[in-house]
């Protein structure tokens, strides 16, 4: 470090040899093994509680509140999975999953598919009003959604649709000003010579969206479709409001029912269904993360 | 920009199409490709911020109808309500404590994974994965038991001779298990600052060594200059966030904002009103507030930011 700390180490046994080198601490493969040590008990932590609630969901009801720390069970219990499976209400969970991966599903295709045309028309076609328009578009980012579901409620109520996947699927049909936002980056990013000449052919703007951009935008369109699934898999708010009869939760809404402190007995059963909601998300994030990582550091999504 | 205004003659030339004007632009594909959004802009916000305005100077209830009461909403927020204070102040210190603990961990963890060793793709992918998963019940509903009378915490305390206390039960510690599940998730400012850190060229810390500056001279006098900008970003985004949080606290304490309204963030209050209670009128007078109140602290952040924010060219960021 400084060369105050050279006097001390030449005054160490082995200084004749290492007058030249760094003190221990300083070597490179000391530093290595530290770092190594350092942030691989941190990234134990930082996973505990997840492994924590994945060996949880094999415990058996009486090891469960009793040998609390330990990770891998002494008895494995799959049978929670397969009771818990049971759901409540003569409803199971392959309900639930339906539900859910239809809403994430058919939620996702809706708002991409939409962010794609929109940013399409912000990123490449001139036209009035344009500055204005993109950046209201910008401004409903920063808007907290409670200035707008007590209307929209009362709106999807007027129209027979509580109880009815509308309310959750409509307002995609406009995109999310976070997509549109990331695909108008990506496209500014490609460049024009394709359009300029397709145009010079007589291709119009729809031909030169769909044969000339659309196609490049494969990487960008996976980023924003895990984003959309991921926040449709685990929005919460949304099914809560309008989604009231059993038959119609999503995995979120099944799991605070099936959870609930004052009706729930089995808790491995609890964890175990906990357990498997997370597995499509970190199925994703193990074969995209890429795509995730690349998404999130160029514009700065939250997660 | 200029690019394309150099192309203009060019286009001019070109017979003209329906609707397109004189200056290049195209009016109609224009509205053609943003009409998704802009239909769903009016139909879904636009439209139900006006009402929602307008409900706030109104008792609507869902089933009673409604009445004009002119500020009698506000009048009780601020006077007569005193969960709503509980609410405000609960989320308050929420936000004061998780949002910079947030971004301290991001950054901290950011800058340790800021390195060309090996496998620290697989550390990257290990601290972001709680984010991941952060805003589902799951990890929610485990939260809870994490931190239950029996739960994990208790029985590690316990291994130190503690006695186990009830976490989600006592007004003082009950905030602090969501501030600490908020911190634990810094995964996506985590990743923008490591974006951020990678820009700030090697030279610089080279010359810094050079002059025999420390560690922490080169972190306080480089790395902190030239992250402001991303700083200045997350803490924006991470404050709306912070109070909007709603999931979490719902699950963690059922619902109720228990212990004592302690847990009783603005947005589970406004659901209470609005989605519990029916008081539609004032829900919608707490959710102007809660617009005003993040209006009001984007602008405060980005009037200061010219004091802080050091911006390499005169871009932004």
């Known amino acids: 470090m400084s060369s105050a700390e050279n006097p001390v180490s030449r ?106 045309v929109v940013a399409y028309g912000f990123a490449r076609i001139k036209f009035r009003g344009k500055r204005i328009w993109f950046g209201l578009m910008l401004l409903t980012l920063m808007l907290p959604i409670q200035v707008q579901i007590i209307p929209q409620y009362i709106m999807f109520n007027e129209l027979g649709w509580i109880n009815t996947f509308y309310p959750l699927l409509l307002p995609r049909l406009g995109g999310q000003a976070f997509f549109i936002f990331m695909i108008v ?77 004052s009706g729930a007995t089995n808790w491995g059963e609890v964890f175990a269904m906990s357990a498997l909601s997370l597995v499509p998300v970190f199925l994703i994030f193990v074969f995209f993360q890429r795509y995730l990582v690349q998404g999130i550091a160029t514009t700065g999504l939250k997660g | 920009m200029t690019d394309s205004a150099l192309r203009l003659p060019r286009r001019g030339s ?68 005193v969960r709503y204070w509980r609410s405000v102040s609960a989320t308050v210190k929420y936000v004061v404590f998780a949002v910079p603990l947030r971004l301290v961990f991001a950054l901290g963890v950011a800058m340790l994974l800021n390195t060309n060793r090996r496998g620290v793709a697989f550390y990257r992918a290990a601290f972001y994965a709680p984010s991941v998963v952060g805003a589902s019940v799951a990890v929610a509903v485990m939260w809870r038991e994490v931190f239950n009378r029996e739960g994990l915490v208790n029985a590690i305390l316990g291994q130190f001779g503690q006695p186990s206390i009830w976490w989600l039960g006592h007004p003082d510690y009950a905030i602090w298990t969501l501030i600490l599940l908020a911190a634990w998730q810094f995964g996506s400012p985590m990743l923008i600052f490591l974006a951020g850190l990678k820009q700030i060229p090697e030279q610089l810390y080279e010359s810094a060594s050079i002059d025999g500056a420390n560690g922490i001279q080169k972190f306080v006098r480089i790395t902190l200059p030239l992250l402001t900008p991303v700083i200045f970003f997350n803490l924006i985004m991470q404050l709306i966030a912070g109070f909007m949080t709603f999931t979490q606290a719902f699950i963690i304490t059922n619902g109720s904002g228990r212990p004592l309204d302690t847990t009783l963030f603005y947005a589970l209050y406004v659901y209470k009103r609005g989605f519990e209670t029916y008081e539609m009128g004032y829900a919608s007078a707490m959710a102007w507030v809660m617009l005003a109140v993040i209006a009001l602290l984007t602008a405060i952040v980005f009037r200061t930011s010219s004091h802080w924010v050091y911006y390499e060219t005169d871009e932004g960021i």
């Open chain 2, 14 to 81: 070109r017979k003209r199409k329906e609707g397109r004007s004189r200056w290049g632009e195209n009016n109609l594909a224009g509205y053609l490709f943003i009409s998704p959004w802009l239909i769903a802009f009016f139909a879904f916000a636009f439209i139900p911020m006006v009402l929602s305005f307008a409900l706030a100077f109104t008792d609507y209830h869902i089933l009673r109808g409604w009445n004009f009461i002119g500020l009698d909403n506000f009048q009780r927020m601020f006077y007569n309500d």
């Open chain 1, 11 to 116: 005054s160490l046994p082995y200084a004749g040899s290492a007058r030249l080198s760094p003190p221990w601490y300083q070597r490179k493969a000391v530093r290595t093994v530290l770092y190594h040590v350092f942030v691989g008990l941190a990234t134990l932590a930082m996973l505990y509680p997840l492994l924590w609630l994945f060996g949880s969901s094999l415990k058996g009801p009486s090891e469960i509140w009793t040998r609390q720390t330990a990770l891998i069970p002494n008895e494995i219990h799959f049978d929670n999975y397969k009771n818990g499976w049971d759901g409540f209400g003569d409803i199971s969970f392959a309900t639930f999953y339906k539900n859910s991966f239809f809403y994430a599903g058919v939620g996702t295709l809706l708002t991409v598919s939409a962010s794609a």
């Open chain 1, 185 to 261: 980056q990506f496209i500014r990013g490609i460049p024009r010579e394709l359009d300029e000449a397709a145009l010079i052919d007589g291709c119009g703007q729809g031909g030169i969206f769909f044969r000339i951009i659309l196609p490049q935008l494969k990487p960008v369109i996976i980023t924003a479709a895990i984003f959309s699934f991921y926040w449709t898999w685990e929005d919460f708010l949304t099914p809560l409001l309008y989604l009231n009869s059993p038959k119609l939760y999503t995995i979120s809404l099944a799991l605070r029912t099936f959870s609930d402190p």
